[in-house]
């Protein structure tokens, strides 16, 4: 597909508009799902079995870390967390794809333990029986090198990535004073404890280059409550636009361009994506033939 295309079919937020290019045909294997319109645990469960279900992404007994934003101090209402139906629902289709375990943890930036309660996300993952886990004591990270990054050559990860097999990845889509949006690739350095270190140097080069260390094997973008401006946190009511959306896809490159043009924003323009996509962690311009595209 081609850029220009894509953002023309794309959806106007200012607008009230929520749209999708139209697939072209369903020979290939499906790597982008997109939805409308429906509650977050419909569109996830319709988007999974789209994308071939989750024993595609789930090798049997395997322990699966998912990792959603909960960094903020916010009520689901507020957009500034991943929905907590959509993750409950998620942890019990990973039971249901015969995972063994299924951890959640987050490093938060609001108090981690006022982060996890108001955001209703500890109560719903642990009525689905998964374990969360805090992120803000430096002894549950461990230092690792990253020998292929040009920045980021040492980072303090979470002790969680070593704990379980794979990584399902579960951002909401906000604007982001940062990075333009937050979605996917910036959700991921809720997995790490050195900030400071990203910000001194460069954090669009950081995010791409953690993707050496570790990408998901999924990522689940959800776009019900999109904070867009003020983001990543917002500051009133005002700032949130209920778009009823959700993005699924493995590549990770593809799942946040698809959540940039939610925004009106060309992909290409957004520094670290266009960094991953350069770097072959992803296609900023995935073929039509693999997208589908779902309405309620």
């Keep these: 597909m081609r850029r220009r295309q894509f953002i023309q079919n794309s959806a ?8 999708f290019p139209t697939i072209a045909s369903e020979i290939q294997e499906t790597e982008l799902v997109t939805l409308k319109g ?7 469960e319709k988007g999974m079995e789209a994308l071939g279900g989750l024993q595609r992404f789930i090798k049997k007994g395997q322990k699966v870390l998912i990792k959603p934003d909960i960094g903020w101090d916010r009520t689901p209402e507020q957009g500034a967390n991943t929905n907590p139906e959509l993750l409950g629902r998620l942890v019990e289709m990973c039971y249901e794809a015969d995972a063994r375990e299924v951890h959640v943890v987050d490093h938060t930036h609001d108090n981690w333990t006022k982060c996890y309660k108001n955001s209703g996300i500890e109560r719903a993952v642990k009525d689905a029986d998964a374990k969360i886990f805090p992120g803000n004591m430096d002894f549950l990270y461990q230092q690792v090198d990253i020998p292929k990054a040009k920045k980021l050559k040492q980072v303090w990860v979470h002790q969680e990535i070593f704990n379980t097999d794979i990584i399902i990845n579960v951002p909401v889509l906000k604007a982001d004073d940062k990075t333009v949006i937050s979605g996917s690739i910036r959700n991921l350095m809720g997995l790490i404890w050195n900030w400071d270190d990203i910000d001194q140097l460069g954090i669009d080069q950081c995010l791409m280059d953690f993707l050496h260390f570790k990408k998901p094997v999924l990522n689940i973008v959800d776009a019900f409550r999109v904070i867009t401006k ?3 946190v917002g500051n009133s ?5 209920l778009i009823k959306g959700l993005i699924l896809s493995p590549d990770i490159v593809a799942a946040d361009s698809a959540a940039a043009t939610l925004l009106n924003i060309d992909p290409s ?18 073929n039509e033939s693999k997208i589908k595209n779902i309405q309620f």
């Design 12 to 19: 106007i937020v200012s607008c009230g508009l929520f749209a």
């Design 38 to 44: 429906g509650q977050p645990t419909q569109m996830l």
């Design 230 to 232: 003020n983001g990543p």
């Design 237 to 241: 009511p005002e700032d949130v636009s």
């Design 269 to 286: 323009m957004i520094n670290h994506l266009a960094l991953a996509n350069k770097s072959g962690f992803g296609d900023i311009e995935i």
